[in-house]
């Protein structure tokens, strides 16, 4: 349904639905309900950008309140896994096992889903798998994956969003010999960014209070960090760097691009490599999705700049109406590389849809059915109205029961929908297989392993994926408020 008619039917229906308490309890009007993405305030890119402290198995992670802040000189509070307000950068070997020791300082529950690992359902943060308030878990796990960028961060259900935001969330990336042979940029020429969204209050701190219609179109910020820093710059030499980009934000899309209108490379994906380099100008990145990129700066003057920037983009509501810079890089070093792009650079067997077991289809968007049936507890909220085939999350229910090992299609339809969805699966990765309607293409960082795809509105994705792993996990959309807002479902694998 799109948002509009949700609109109208809810207004002339709210009593005779039951619609949740919450609704009705004067907290909002209509109006409220229209939210709008906010204007991003520009920085001046002054602030060298942070690099998160490294990481290795062992590191101890502690969620925690402290006082920081993205603003340089300010300090307000938000939450940390340590030190900062990102947690640290962890480095990993394909075929070792990690141990990631965890304690829960907060006053609340929480846990950390290992975003793109394929770890086995007890250490993946399944939203029932809690760690209460001043209690400890050791995650510890294999990595058997291709070398890539996941990241971690919170899954504690209706909570996730606020904790993200407020600054729980690291990058994890996954090494191998294979990539290491490619000699693609690696040290200070390899630039791990996550690229978030905030608000700030007086102090600096971090402000999450979505109002009503923020839980509509998610909730964004006017500040844009870059490794928990509000407007960056790198200094860089004349010469290729690979940026490992994760969009860490809780709703904010961004459309990519440098400000010189150059060209840049994808490489990679959410679970690696890319079969061969892929040319773009510009790249739409969701909520959840990592882009792993090479950018050649050696064709620039000395002491030329270039932005990295977010170009207006259009079908996704409010958001993308305003183009804004992200980061500054500031070429003030001559240096030449000897580095030379591989026609080749990983090989991934496509799963051919022909080999599908079975195609599951998903209606993914808002619906009267989900309205009012999702348990909100003391949170301010839609109460269920972003669902998947009209339902909202429920813990205990198995929503999808698929047999170990199977090949399958699953279909997000978001034909109808007027809003963006970023869907993810844990558990497994997936290839896309098809885009119908809208953007009706398969785009340069979908051609490897995937495990969260932009459906926007209007939009139709098929993905093929492969259920290695058995037990229980979690899909939902990566849109953090629609995410809180129910729009999760269980998948049983045995
Ligand atoms: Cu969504």
Partial sequence: MKRIEFLKTLGLSTVGLAVSESLLSGCMDMSEMNAVAPDIMQGAFTTPLPTPEMAVSGTSLNAHGMSGSVMPGKSGSMLGYRNGILGPTIRAERGSVVTMPFTNGLTGETNIHWHGLLVPPAMDGHPEQMVKAGQSFNYTFRIDQPAGMAWYHPHP???????????????????????????????????????????????????????????????????????????????????????????????????????????FTVIGSDGGLLPSPEPVTNLLLAPGERADLLLDFGKMNLNGE??????????????????????????????????????????????????????RTFDIGISMEGSGKHKMGKKKSMAGMHT??????????????????????????????????????????????????????????????????????GESVRVITKFERAGKFVFHCHNLEHEDDGMMLNFQVS
């Fill in 157 to 263: 259900h209706m909570e996730t969003g606020r904790q993200v935001f407020m600054g729980l969330a690291g990058m994890f990336i996954v090494e191998s010999p294979e990539e290491r042979a490619l000699k693609l940029p690696s040290g200070e020429y390899e630039i791990p960014m996550v690229i978030q969204d905030k608000r700030v209050d007086a102090s600096g701190g971090l402000v999450y209070n979505p109002t009503m219609g923020e839980v509509m179109i998610g909730y964004m910020g006017d500040t844009i960090t870059v490794n928990g820093a509000h407007a960056p710059y790198r200094s860089v030499s004349s010469r290729t760097y690979r940026l490992r980009v994760l969009n860490g934000s809780n709703a904010r899309i961004y459309n990519l691009a440098l400000s010189s209108g150059d060209p």
């Fill in 388 to 457: 998947i085939n009209g339902k909202t999350f429920s813990m205990d229910r198995i929503d999808e029961a698929v047999p170990l090992n199977n090949v399958e299609i699953w279909e997000f339809n978001n034909a109808n929908g007027d809003e963006p969805h970023p869907m993810h699966m844990h558990g497994t990765f997936f290839q896309i297989v098809s885009r119908a309607g809208g953007r009706n293409k398969i785009v340069a960082h979908e051609k490897g392993w995937k495990d969260t795809v932009l459906v926007m509105p």
């Fill in 306 to 359: 270039v932005f990295l920037q977010s170009n207006p983009f259009s079908g996704a509501d409010s958001q993308g109406r305003q183009g804004f810079k992200i980061m500054k890089f500031v070429v003030d070093k001559t240096e030449s590389d000897s580095f030379a792009l591989p026609l080749t650079l990983t090989n991934i067997p496509a799963l051919s849809a022909a080999s599908a077991a079975k195609t």
